[in-house]
């Protein structure tokens, strides 16, 4: 490669990285501040468990849920029979489109 072309490939690139980093920093300095409404809004957890209902479902044998899924077994369908219904019909279309008797 000649000199130029690789000035050509450089400075672009140099200045898009520049850039990239430039709106990153901005980015992040426009979002990463939060208000001071939020940090009166988020409260701690309580690090107090119920331990009276922990040690029960300790003592349990089998747990048991509210809802349980129904094993449904799949039957064959019977195998449909096909019937031919050759009734003859004394009607006949006429030529208007209604049917002549």
Do not use: C
Request: aromatic share 10%.
């Amino acid at each position: 490669m000649k000199k130029n072309n690789t000035l050509l490939l450089i400075i672009p690139s140099v200045f898009f990285v520049l850039f990239w980093i430039g709106f990153g920093l901005y980015h992040h300095y426009r979002l990463s501040v939060s208000s001071q409404n939020a940090d009166l809004q988020v409260q701690d957890i309580s690090p107090v468990f119920d331990t009276d209902t922990i040690s029960n479902l300790k003592k349990r044998l089998q747990i048991t849920p509210l809802y349980e899924f129904s094993t449904t077994t799949v039957t064959p369908s019977p195998t449909p029979t096909i019937t031919t219904n050759q009734a003859t019909s004394s009607a006949q279309a006429s030529q208007g489109g209604t049917l002549a008797l």
